[in-house]
Nanobody, 130 residues
Framework: EVQLVESGGGLVQPGGSLRLSCAAV????????MSWLRQAPGKEAEWVSA????????AYADSVKGRFTISRDNVENTLYLQMNSLKPEDTAVYFC???????????????????????WGQGTQVTVSS
């Protein structure tokens, strides 16, 4: 059973940094592409970043490009999101997510629609405020 557990959220001032972690349990983490998504109050979930299973390909939403860095440790079965130069508009609940192996499409390792993801963690709150 796929289990994802996020941690590392909190309250940070504008311009500050946070590092989110997502611990993967119960599945072959190193064979799954992974994404981070976020959901602000009253808004739909927004795709933020993705990394392929091997960790050599990454992608970012324009809103976070140059400020966020996604990475993974396939030995420790953990996904990371380093967030720098945080802005108030980054305030949201952040989720790690992945797609069922049965729905894999050759050549694609991420989808920008939240509806394309089958497994989600419980989320971790990030609040950027002075």
């Amino acid at each position: 059973e796929v289990q994802l557990v996020e941690s590392g959220g909190g309250l940070v001032q504008p311009g500050g940094s946070l590092r989110l972690s997502c611990a993967a349990v119960g599945f072959a983490f190193g064979t799954y592409d992974m994404s981070w998504l976020r959901q602000a109050p009253g808004k739909e979930a927004e795709w933020v970043s993705a990394i392929n299973s091997g960790g050599d390909r990454t992608a970012y939403a324009d809103s976070v490009k140059g400020r966020f860095t996604i990475s993974r440790d396939n030995v420790e079965n953990t996904l990371y999101l380093q967030m720098n130069s945080l802005k108030p508009e980054d305030t949201a609940v952040y989720f790690c997510a992945t797609r069922s192996r049965d729905r894999r499409e050759s050549g694609r390792y991420y989808y920008t629609s939240a509806y394309e993801y089958d497994y989600w963690g419980q989320g971790t709150q990030v609040t950027v405020s002075s």
